[in-house]
């Protein structure tokens, strides 16, 4: 959870100083130029985010012609580009998590850290760019070539940061710091680092010879963190308890790597920097392209501007409709993190799956306006903007049903029972029930499909805001009926007493 | 100052609950659905940088053909576009301001207040599509008439936050809560926020009858805020001391939306989003637009991909020029606000002018590669470059400069004297000087522009790194200089010897 904000502006300068971190002076910090890493990580999620989701605008701009059907050509050029889209995402997510873990070992940095750290940025934002050259020229080698090459860098301009780190002890984490075997700890963390990029190197080798072993390689660097803790899973599972002591031990050495929870912080941060962008991708395309030309209203529409612009009047709905749904989902998202106080490894996939098709909700919008008025396509549109924000929601759903299952997950008062959970379920099932229901209902009603999307996107906010009350209203509905039944919802009622004083005052 | 991030994994779970704000307990934030502002915030700033910097994309977008000179009619149109980036930039940002004061006020939401303020933010992003209508037809009043409806909605949202938030007390900041004329406050609030949107409403109206009207209404809202300060420093100038007691009076009240700083953390949040989407900005282009065509490079290149992409060469040499001199400037940056603790409304406006030209970047880089292989305007697309760069990095020298004249502005360590004031000043004049020094050299020595270009580039980021150590050789030369002439120097080198005990360490 944040930090609170500097409250009262009458004591602003004595309330914006940097606090104290982990018991050291503040005259250290800043005297040695050691600076805590709070802004240099907040940026490096803002440069991530933005260059995760900057794959969707090629296929946002593929053309389609709205009296053609969604062709053979059309549909494998889409599919193509969604799939460079999604693998380019969580190529860009991997490098993500890999630097959440880095900066969870180097907690304070200096000057040439936050320099190397920009440089490293630079190379992971050139990332999407050599992949989508890769996916479009598979069988030249080059392409392959210029990636692994980029993923080498990368790992060795973060193992020079973890080398700078731990010649510099006192940037680096508080718990290694104090540690014996702090060369034991670098090794370790090199070895993990460098794993990657080694096998980059070697796919870089083998582009020119036998490339598909090149790919193979390549996919080997995704899958090895979920593969190796699948592994230990499937170990503990068959060879049982025996092992967890065992496991227990070299915990202690692994710890900062492997099973650590991600900064709930961080998770916040990139999914932000996600939400705004993909919330503002289609303004940006607004802006440039739905500005009429002068002479075109004079000659075409006598000069009338509110004519002229009526043409464009469902790309206006796709924007608002697709901003309300962002919006929505990330008040979702936010409103679930009020409530999460760690983030697991598991909870950071679902997010990033999350993540991934709200990137695709724009496109989604963009396909139903555009078909809204004059198409063979719109009922297609439609339920792909449906499937969409399904998935979307349901992964959100995923991550409050894994934080529920997982220990010290969630903050005690979102456990079962009580009122705050009921509405947090609520909130977290609307938009997969509301969008499952459209779904169907426009397979079922096939010639009201467009009224219903409308409806729907109308609906949605106004049922948040009702959400709190109509929660209110059932728990009292099945309180009353629990109460004929037994006593068993007095404790509930006393809980929710006691965890709201004020909710009966406001 | 941001707070420490969360820094033990060992004790996540603990670690990541959120504080107590203001001495209430977390019970009662969690449980009466109140949360604390933090993650709206940033992502609203998210939003809001995003929209601030979207149209400079016209901007670039702009077909220039290479030979061709930069004749009248695109030098006009791209001054058109340059002027509709700048003044929507400003107008962004005064929303900015308005929503950071607004957000002093009310210091914890809600769900219905976050709902309240996605909904403002989808208007607020749609004012630059409604702002280029108005300069794309300044004659027509259906521009005007949009932009100033988006405007009166976007206060009447922020009206109804303010009522509710004086609704439910327990939001307010904690000065205006303890206070006894909470309905003088509330009266203040509310004539500020709509007097804005007043002006709006009058202008709409105005638009159909008598447009300039409508456009000195405009621009009134822009400059009030600036205006009213300025002649109450000017009075206060005039009048002398007379007056002071009498303002320190009125103060009380007007504490918390006129005079007093924008919170730290938000600038810096803003200008993060700022830098990142502009450093992002042409990777979005290289993407799209830099990925060759498969036949082509069969039937042009003979298969070979590096040939066809040798062709994109100086598109590249553009992206990583303009990711580096933003990535550099933004490190300043990041220095410079280590050491600031408040944001005066003065810092706050060159802060904004400073981003202003930060957007213009990416751009000039454009530019400069386009021209750098055949055309007659290589010399002036690097001397745009220059003088972008020259002022944004001045605006931020000029941040500085302001912070040490006012009053707590600075943190004492970086006050005049000391080693981190002479490094601190040496990291804020290298790039004001470079930039300055390679636009004169490229007048003396125009056929060598480009080179002269690209060692700069290639100089600065091996500068910034050996900065530290040629600031301690000037200050030993000088000190010994010093010692030649008195002992004044003895202070200083005592002061730093006190405040840096690791720097000799380490």
């Known amino acids: 959870m944040s930090a609170p904000r500097v409250a009262a502006p009458g004591s602003g300068g004595g309330a914006a100083e940097p606090e104290p971190v982990r018991g050291r002076g503040l005259e250290l910090e800043l005297g040695s130029s050691t600076q805590t890493s709070h802004r240099l990580l907040a940026y490096s999620d803002a440069l991530l985010s933005i260059i995760a989701t900057v794959m969707i605008l090629p296929v946002a701009h593929t053309k389609i012609h709205p009296d053609q059907k969604l062709g053979e050509s059309v549909q494998q050029l889409l599919l193509a580009k969604i799939a460079v889209y999604l693998m380019t995402f969580l190529i860009v997510t991997v490098a993500w998590a890999a630097h959440v873990r880095l900066f969870q070992v180097i907690e304070l940095i200096d000057d040439v850290l936050a320099l190397l750290n920009l440089a490293c940025m630079m190379i992971i934002t050139f990332l999407p760019y050599t992949f989508s050259l890769m996916a479009s020229f598979p069988e030249v080698p080059f392409g392959i070539f210029l990636f692994s090459v980029c993923a080498v860098i990368i790992g060795l301009i973060q193992a020079v940061i973890v080398v700078y780190g731990f010649y510099h002890p006192h940037l680096l984490n508080q718990q290694i710091q104090v540690s014996e075997n702090q060369n034991f700890y670098k090794r370790h963390i090199l070895k993990i680092i460098l794993r990657g990029p080694l096998l980059c190197f070697l796919a870089a080798i083998f582009s020119f010879f036998f490339i598909p072993l090149s790919y193979v390689l390549l996919g080997l660097v995704i899958v090895f963190p979920h593969l190796t803790r699948f592994i230990t899973w499937c170990k503990t599972k068959i060879v049982g308890q025996r092992d967890e002591e065992e496991e227990h031990r070299s915990l202690e050495s692994f710890t900062f790597y492997l099973s650590e929870p991600l900064s709930k912080e961080r ?92 990137g695709g909700l724009p496109l989604a919008y963009q396909l139903t306006s555009e078909f809204a008025e004059k198409s063979h396509n719109e009922i297609e549109a439609i339920q792909v903007s449906c499937v969409i924000t399904f998935f979307a929601s349901i992964f959100q759903f995923a991550i409050w049903t894994t934080a529920l299952h997982e220990r010290e997950t969630l903050h005690p008062f979102a456990r079962y029972g009580g009122k705050e959970h009921a509405f947090m379920f609520a909130k977290l099932a609307l938009y997969p029930c509301v969008s499952l229901g459209a779904f169907f209902l426009t397979c079922l009603l096939s010639e009201f499909s467009t009224a219903i999307f409308h409806l729907m996107q109308i609906v949605i906010p106004f049922a948040f805001l009702a959400l709190r009350i109509f929660v209110r209203i059932s728990l009292t509905v099945i309180k009353s009926v629990m109460s004929l039944s037994g006593r068993k919802v007095v404790l509930l009622e006393e809980e929710e007493a006691c965890l709201s004083p004020t909710e009966t005052l406001s």
């Open 267 to 358: 998770v916040e941060a990139f999914s932000d920097g996600v939400y705004a962008i993909v919330a503002t991708l289609l303004i940006l395309d607004i802006c440039e392209d739905n500005v009429p030309d002068p002479r075109e209203v004079r000659e075409k529409f006598h000069g009338s501007l509110l004519e002229a612009l009526s043409e464009y009047g469902p790309n206006y709905l796709a924007y608002f409709g697709s901003f309300v749904t962002i919006g929505l989902l990330w008040f979702v998202h936010h409103s679930l993190f009020l409530y999460v106080t760690k983030a697991t490894r598991l909870m950071g996939l679902l997010n990033i799956l999350s993540l991934a098709f709200i």
